[in-house]
């Protein structure tokens, strides 16, 4: 089945203390993007990349990082985590550029820093 | 970052009443709007991707407009039905590869 896969979904952990969400799509698309939702904010988006190796940063990438070492992951990497990133995000990809097609988007994954 | 509207914010309809909502963003830069149908407790779904001005898409009920030049597309649904409570969200592709998010409009159909 075609689909985009985010783990873990659900997480909740401390301030300071590193997280990784991973994110995995089996379609062999090239653009994935993270995306974080906050009530009354909208989806903003987070960091994206066309193609291995390539990452750019969204709208809020202040305290993210990820990588793109392989075409079907693209981690979200949480350094220092920290309350103001609790929030609901969102892993999606599309075969080409944004342009190019509609994304498909992962189930979530609703993270919680204390 | 772009500014990209979208109204109203709820609607409340009968079931069998037609709706229609706007996105409203800027007319420079244009690649591309998504529509996105979004339930409660689910993930975004794509609806369309419209990139030429004057676009018309339909996928059954629902159907979408676009005008690049005053930076609005519409979309409307037709005989609404419960299924179709859900939030729709509209999203802009300018020249680079970021897609910048409306705020959604939360349609609840009442049976």
């Not at chain 1, 909740?12 to 990784?20: A, E, F, N, P, W």
């Not at chain 1, 709208?59 to 392989?70: L, M, N």
């Not at chain 1, 979200?76 to 985590?81: A, C, V």
């Amino acid at each position: 089945e075609a689909q985009v896969t985010q783990n873990p979904r659900y997480l909740i952990t401390v301030t300071g203390k590193k997280l990784t969400v991973t994110c995995s799509q089996n379609m062999n698309h090239e653009y994935m993007s993270w995306y974080r939702q906050d009530p009354g904010l909208g989806l903003r988006q987070i960091y994206y990349s066309m193609n291995v190796e390539v990452t750019d940063k969204g709208d809020v990438p202040e305290g993210y990082k990820v990588s793109r070492k392989e075409k079907r992951n693209f981690p979200l990497i949480l350094e220092s985590p920290s309350p103001n990133q609790t929030s609901l995000y969102f892993c999606a990809s599309s075969l080409k550029g944004i342009w190019s097609g509609e994304q498909f988007f992962g189930p979530g994954t609703r993270l919680t820093v204390l | 970052i772009l500014n990209v509207e979208q109204s109203p914010q709820s609607l409340h309809v009968q079931e069998g009443d037609s709706t229609n909502f706007t996105c409203s963003f800027p007319s420079s830069n244009f690649y591309a709007l998504h529509w996105y149908r979004w339930e409660t407790a689910k993930s975004p779904e794509a609806l369309f991707v419209m990139t030429l001005n004057g676009d018309e898409k339909k996928k059954g009920r629902i159907s979408a407009t676009l005008n690049t030049k005053e930076g609005y597309s519409y979309l409307y649904i037709k005989g609404s039905q419960p299924e179709d409570s859900a939030t729709y969200l509209c999203a802009f592709n300018d020249a680079g590869n970021m897609l910048t998010f409306g705020g959604g409009t939360r349609l609840m159909v009442k049976p």
